[in-house]
């Protein structure tokens, strides 16, 4: 293991082993919130990358009753369909030890994520802020969360000033609507991982933390404020 303070970025041999590491400081966070507070609030994002992760976190000796488990954002699909992000969390995390966490599922039955954004806001805000750990991930874009660039609606979504903690959003180049946390609602946290993998992403890293227009890359609005901690979490 390797860190590099001035970008906060930790980095890893292996796969397995980040997400064993990344998984105990994950736990570490929840079991002290839970002793300060009864309660804790775990964001987590979709995708292949955090699978590992999920495995090991879903072991964890913690008391998951008083864990509160959201995401960072969701496509508008049954939460039976393969490329929902409840899909995954239900499958790789919400399982043995974890099994008794409450979960707050971004998708609910309005046909459009426009027409269930209000649902949703209410079902976020009933939830205690700031999050003690949210957990993203990153796009070979530098989008994260469904922060997209090109999307119509990024520019609201990224508005420190939006009271909203979600939004419903349309990919430029996709098919499926997205409902996401705004970039405000994502820094109101303790403390923020970025989980990423592979030297592609490294590279995108690189060109993100480098400065420039947060539109274009929306990840910047995570990496370069100074309101929350972030820690970047890459392997090979």
Known sequence: ???NNKAHLITFQAREELAANLAAKISRLLQEAVAARNRAVLVVSGGATPK???IRLAQKDLPWQRVTVTLADERWVDPAHPESN???VRTYLLRDRAETANFIGLKNGYPTAAAGEKKCRERL???ARPFDVVVLGMGHDGHTAS???GSPQLKSALDLGNPS???AITPANAAMERMTMTLPALLDAGQIFLHITGNEKRCVLEQAQAGGAVEDMPVRGILLQ???PVYTYWSP
């Open 147 to 149: 922060l997209l660039p």
């Open 165 to 167: 903690p979600c939004m």
């Open 52 to 54: 590992p992760l999920f």
């Open 226 to 228: 100074e309101h929350t």
């Open 1 to 3: 293991m390797e860190k």
């Open 86 to 88: 409840e899909n995954l």
């Open 125 to 127: 805000n009933r939830l």
